[in-house]
């Protein structure tokens, strides 16, 4: 198949593109495209055979549900039973935006798209182009992140060409996504309101709003209430290493394990903070690529999976990657790099 990429604007999208990706969407097709997390690979989530094509294009596993994102309120009554009080109060305050509320579906909703659960994760996105598409389809889109099944997900157009090109007709490019970090996926069937996957919106944001908040975190002989959190998601090629504690020891145990992957003649790639790049530069890494000031964890999230891809396409067999404060969003950044480690964590 031949993939069309075109280029459109974040802001204010060309509506031939936006009328051209809706055709495609409607006709039981896939279109990737921009959400202010990360890109989408969208099809029409009331078409079951459309939505089977994903599993097909990503190598994703039939029992890890998809999210369907909707550009009007008016959307969420085919798709669950209940619209909720806590639910009501989420979308107030958080719609449009990285929040993902998993709810009791209704039977509209396809098996293929919920991973045969009796609910829907359901999402409403800032991003222009993600809601002028929905609109002008005029059906909800079911998305999950743009990448081949285990690499880390796309923040760019051109992480989703060079991972979909040749499966999908059509990318909209939009240039990079500003959050960077998937959407937190916030389960309300239960009582307490359990964050299934941290994300975009924090624990501490959402607090606010419903009170208490749990976090799921599963044993390891347990399943994670969203199923797509027990696969080695994110994951690099090279081996990457999470190294936790203060700067200073941090920044020794890089120096030491930098030194170990040299002797033993392995390209060492570094993810690092500002504030630690200028010592850790000195080392001569084979790469090292500045995530962002410990202080605007924004940063960090932005630039989180392009450093990863990076590591890749530049041949690290070993990352080294300097951890940050789980205070805000820097609890999904530690939860995709610990994922990403492959829970190979040192603390120091
Ligand atoms: O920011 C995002 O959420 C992006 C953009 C494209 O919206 N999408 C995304 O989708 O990250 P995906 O498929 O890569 O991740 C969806 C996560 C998975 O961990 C999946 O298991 C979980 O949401 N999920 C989906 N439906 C669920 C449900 N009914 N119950 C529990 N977890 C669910
Ligand atoms: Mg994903």
């Not at 999208?13 to 006709?27: G, Y």
């Not at 890890?64 to 979308?91: F, G, Y």
């Not at 960090?300 to 951890?323: F, P, S």
């Not at 205070?327 to 829970?343: D, T, Y």
Request: hydrophobic share 40%; net charge neutral; with cysteine.
């Amino acid at each position: 198949m031949q993939t069309k990429r075109v280029t459109i604007d974040a802001q204010h999208p060309q509506t031939e593109w936006i009328k051209e990706a809706a055709q495609l969407i409607r006709e039981g097709q896939l279109v990737a495209l921009p959400t202010e997390t990360v890109y989408g690979l969208g099809a029409n989530a009331m078409d079951a055979h459309a939505c089977q094509e994903i599993f097909k294009v990503k190598g994703r596993p039939q029992d890890n549900p998809l999210i369907v994102h909707i550009s009007d309120l008016a959307m969420v009554k085919r798709l669950v039973e209940e619209w909720t009080p806590q639910a009501a109060l989420c979308a107030d305050k958080f719609w449009p935006g990285p929040l993902t509320l998993v709810l009791e579906k209704t039977a509209f909703v396809p098996d293929v798209v919920s991973g045969g659960l009796g609910t829907v994760a359901i999402r409403m996105p800032k991003h222009p182009v993600a809601l002028e598409l929905i609109k002008e389809a005029g059906v909800p889109i079911a998305a999950p992140s743009a990448n081949l099944s285990g690499k880390p997900s796309p923040t760019q157009g051109i992480h989703v060409w060079k991972d979909l090109k040749g499966k999908i007709p059509l990318i909209l490019d939009g240039g990079p996504c500003a959050v960077g970090v998937e959407s937190t996926v916030l389960d309300l069937t239960d009582e307490v309101p359990t964050i299934l996957r941290p994300g975009g919106i924090t624990k501490e944001q959402l607090e606010e709003v419903l009170g208490e908040v749990a976090v799921d975190r599963p044993a390891p002989d347990q399943a994670p209430k969203a199923p797509g959190m027990k696969y080695r998601h994110y994951a690099p090629k090279g081996e990457l290493t999470l190294l936790i504690g203060e700067r200073k020891n941090v920044i020794r145990k890089i120096k030491d394990e930098l030194r170990k992957g040299h002797s033993r003649l392995k390209k060492v790639g570094i993810l690092c903070t500002l504030e630690s790049a200028p010592e850790l530069h000195s080392q001569l890494p084979d790469l090292l690529f500045v995530l962002g000031s410990e202080h605007h964890p924004e940063e960090v999230a932005g630039n989180l999976y392009q450093g990863l891809r990076l590591c890749d396409e530049q041949g690290m067999d070993m990352i080294l990657a300097e951890g940050v404060s789980e205070k805000g969003l820097g609890f999904a950044i530690m939860n995709r790099l610990q994922k990403a480690s492959g829970q190979r964590v040192m603390r120091v």
